[in-house]
């Protein structure tokens, strides 16, 4: 495609910076512009709920001022090669797509022939207020924020939502050597991700931590003036705290394309290369709702692995000028809780079996089980079975996948 | 030099993951492709034991993240990881497997030869 002379990735995250990558070794030699609406070069995540916050990084690392440190996904090297304008703590505020235009805050506007949007996700919050105390955890600043509280002499944290994100910060306290309880509202957490038999599996670990799991168990409101002090449930029970956690889940970060002409539900409508409507438009990451081919089906996928790939697909499919690669992998992601490895790959879908190959999800021991339909295998769980995992990931990834999943 | 285990005990396709002592960061030995090979255990992108990778041909796959790692020269041929990892020299004396930890820090440079008196 001839007529780029500008690309503008909207999102420093994971998912942007891959897809920078992907154009620049796709061969894209024209001007490159990269906004971020944090202040730091892109890091890694997924160490924030873990090794971040009880303190395994090194001391400097991650400390305001001093940058990601070992989170950086990208070095002063890659970053000369990378040839892009940085324009970080910047947010997007608009696209124009009929003038080729990107608003940013402040009133600045960004003149562009292509725009990769990676703006990712943002926490959701409970419907009410968040007393001081109150944390969500998505971001770098976030991670700074709640290590810092929890070294602050809090004695007593609550999690709210017990999803991977909620576990990896309660596995997390407990380390610390924090009173820690979850509050679930759904009867099981994980369910939809991994079957009820799987599910119930990954809420033993909370007792294998000292953590206490309730669930079914709504929250009716946040107690404490300035500072939070408890955790009101619905049915009048109150836990105190000291530090909340909340990790209800994301919703894409797409509302400043709002008057766009872009097709927005739950993220940024694109085809199955990633490319929305106009086809000098790609979405990726987070923030992007594929199509499934053959299917009515969208699918947004929250993963890291997801983030990393299509970047690769989209700046091909950008500079192609339509889409001659589709975003295909398996979907995969992992989690680290309570001194457990849990890995999952593949396509779930509520009725399909599961069968344990190796170990037994009884002794705590770790074990391998593959989730089929028909007699066909769909997905892959393992907890602390590396090896034996990435083999099934690998089979999986070769096997004809039903149509429509 | 640290021993391993005797060679029948690491059949080709196999993979063990030594300690290497407080100075040294765990190593990674495997046997594939007719040689043997050793490499820090640890991925440089993140804390995965690569012992526990997938190999193939003279490649480890990391098991979290899927980095590929060259086992001759440890340097990486694919994202997420981006350093390498150090090499480290392996001989064979009367059957057991010795691993030399590297003497040097700079990690992607080739491992240095082992000393002629310990290659069998």
């Given at each position: ?202 809420a033993a670990l909370h007792a294998r931590g000292g953590v206490t799991l309730l669930c079914g168990a709504g929250v009716a409101g946040l107690r404490g003036g300035g500072r939070v002090t408890g955790v009101e449930l619905a049915d009048g029970r109150v836990l105190p705290a000291d530090v909340v956690v909340v990790g209800v889940g994301v919703r894409p970060a797409a509302g400043w394309l709002e008057g766009s002409g872009l097709a927005l539900d739950d993220g940024v409508r694109c085809d199955q290369g990633c490319v929305t409507a106009l086809p000098n438009v790609v979405a990726v990451g987070d923030v992007a709702r594929l199509a499934q081919p053959g299917t009515a089906r969208t699918v947004r996928a929250e993963h890291w692995t997801s983030g990393m790939l299509q970047g690769a697909v989209a700046a091909r499919n950008l500079l192609a000028g339509s889409t001659v690669e589709p975003f295909e992998a398996l979907p995969c992601f992992w989690s ?70 | ?120």
């Amino acid at each position: 495609m001839t007529t780029v002379a500008t690309v503008t990735v909207v999102g420093a995250s994971l998912a942007g910076l891959h897809a920078a990558r992907g154009l620049r070794s796709q061969g894209y030699d024209g001007r490159l512009v990269i906004v971020g609406e944090e202040r730091h070069r892109p890091y890694d995540r997924p160490p924030l709920s873990k090794e971040f916050l009880t303190g395994e990084f090194p001391t400097g690392d991650g400390d305001p001022g001093e940058g990601p440190g070992r989170l950086a996904l990208t070095d002063p090297e890659e970053e000369a090669e990378l040839d892009a304008e940085w324009l970080l703590g910047v947010r997007a505020e608009a696209l124009d797509t009929a003038a080729g235009e990107i608003r940013l805050a402040g009133g600045r506007t960004l003149r562009t022939d292509g725009v990769v949007i990676a703006t990712g996700a943002t926490p959701r919050t409970l419907p009410f207020p968040h007393p001081a105390g109150v944390h969500t955890l998505r971001t770098l600043d976030d991670a700074i924020r709640l290590r810092a509280a929890l070294r602050a002499g809090a004695a007593r944290v609550v999690v709210i939502g017990a999803g991977f994100i909620g576990a990896e910060v309660a596995s997390s306290c407990a380390a610390l050597g924090l009173d820690v309880t979850v509050v679930e509202a759904a009867p099981l957490p994980l369910v939809p991700q991994l079957g009820e038999e799987m599910a119930r599996v990954c809420a033993a670990l909370h007792a294998r931590g000292g953590v206490t799991l309730l669930c079914g168990a709504g929250v009716a409101g946040l107690r404490g003036g300035g500072r939070v002090t408890g955790v009101e449930l619905a049915d009048g029970r109150v836990l105190p705290a000291d530090v909340v956690v909340v990790g209800v889940g994301v919703r894409p970060a797409a509302g400043w394309l709002e008057g766009s002409g872009l097709a927005l539900d739950d993220g940024v409508r694109c085809d199955q290369g990633c490319v929305t409507a106009l086809p000098n438009v790609v979405a990726v990451g987070d923030v992007a709702r594929l199509a499934q081919p053959g299917t009515a089906r969208t699918v947004r996928a929250e993963h890291w692995t997801s983030g990393m790939l299509q970047g690769a697909v989209a700046a091909r499919n950008l500079l192609a000028g339509s889409t001659v690669e589709p975003f295909e992998a398996l979907p995969c992601f992992w989690s680290d809780q309570y001194g457990a490895r849990i890995q999952y790959a593949g396509r779930r879908a509520p009725g399909d079996t599961v069968r344990v190959l190796e170990g037994d999800p009884a002794d705590g021991g770790g074990f391998l089980a593959v989730y089929e339909r028909d007699g066909m295998p769909t997905a892959a769980l393992g907890i602390d079975r590396p090896r034996p995992f990435t083999r099934l990931r690998r089979e999986l990834a070769r096997a004809p996948q039903p149509a429509g999943r | 030099m640290i021993p391993v285990c005797r060679i029948e005990d690491l059949p080709e396709g196999e993979s063990v993951r030594v300690e290497a002592g407080d100075a040294t960061a765990a190593i990674a030995v495997f046997h594939t492709d007719g040689a043997y090979y050793a490499i820090d255990d640890t991925c440089s992108h993140q804390d995965a034991s690569l012992s526990e990778g997938w190999l193939e041909g003279c490649y480890v796959e990391c098991p979290l993240h899927a980095a590929l790692f060259d086992l001759r020269s440890g340097e990486p041929t694919c994202l997420p990881a981006r350093q390498p990892v150090r090499t480290h020299a392996v001989t064979v004396v009367d059957g057991m497997l010795y691993v030399h930890p590297a003497a040097h820090t700079v990690p992607g440079e080739p491992a240095r030869t082992a000393p002629e008196e310990a290659v069998a």
